[in-house]
């Protein structure tokens, strides 16, 4: 344990196989890609794509709930350029696009159910951890 840390640590970030020193260019990759796909709406899509296969648009946003057709739109469309999506236009009328994980979408999410696992796993003890935050803060 490191001196100041108050616990033991689990997991220790200098673990993460690879080569050691990270290189700079895949470290801000890696950073960009973490800060695009682990946001709310991005999980809630995957979680619907893979619950309920291909959608359309609407149907994506009737599962995820919630949602404006603007933050669909641009979620939907950085999910398909970050390959997690497969956009399919049908030339009908009118216009119909549905929408489905790619392999590397359905990846994702398989590791993402670890995180939802921990929240539900630990939900009780966050939520008293903020409850005596805000109390000892008087936001109650």
Same mark, same amino acid.
């Given at each position: 344990?490191?001196?100041?840390?108050?616990?033991?640590?689990?997991? #220790?970030? #200098?673990?993460?196989?690879?080569?050691?020193?990270?290189?700079?260019?895949?470290?801000? &990759?890696?950073? !960009? =890609?973490?800060?695009?796909?682990?946001?709310?709406?991005?999980?809630?899509? @995957? +979680?619907?794509?893979? #619950?309920?296969?291909? @959608?359309?648009?609407?149907? %994506?946003? $009737?599962?995820?709930?919630? =949602?404006?057709?603007?933050?669909?739109?641009?979620? &939907?469309?950085?999910?398909?350029? !970050?390959?997690?999506?497969? $956009?399919?236009?049908?030339? %009908?009328?009118?216009?119909? %696009? #549905?929408?489905? &994980?790619? +392999?590397?979408?359905?990846?994702?999410?398989?590791? *993402?159910?670890?995180?939802?696992?921990?929240? /539900?796993?630990?939900?009780?003890?966050? +939520?008293?951890? $903020?409850?005596? *935050?805000? /109390? $000892?803060?008087?936001? =109650?």
């Amino acid at each position: 344990m490191k001196q100041g840390d108050s616990a033991p640590r689990i997991y #220790d970030w #200098d673990d993460r196989k690879g080569a050691q020193p990270i290189d700079p260019a895949l470290d801000g &990759l890696v950073r !960009d =890609i973490i800060g695009k796909v682990a946001d709310k709406w991005t999980m809630l899509i @995957l +979680e619907a794509l893979n #619950d309920h296969g291909t @959608l359309r648009f609407s149907e %994506v946003g $009737r599962k995820v709930g919630n =949602i404006s057709q603007k933050m669909l739109t641009k979620t &939907l469309r950085q999910m398909e350029e !970050d390959g997690l999506v497969q $956009r399919v236009v049908h030339p %009908v009328i009118p216009p119909r %696009v #549905d929408y489905s &994980l790619t +392999e590397m979408g359905g990846s994702l999410g398989a590791a *993402f159910c670890g995180v939802w696992l921990w929240a /539900e796993a630990h939900h009780a003890s966050i +939520e008293a951890s $903020r409850k005596a *935050f805000a /109390e $000892r803060n008087g936001d =109650i």
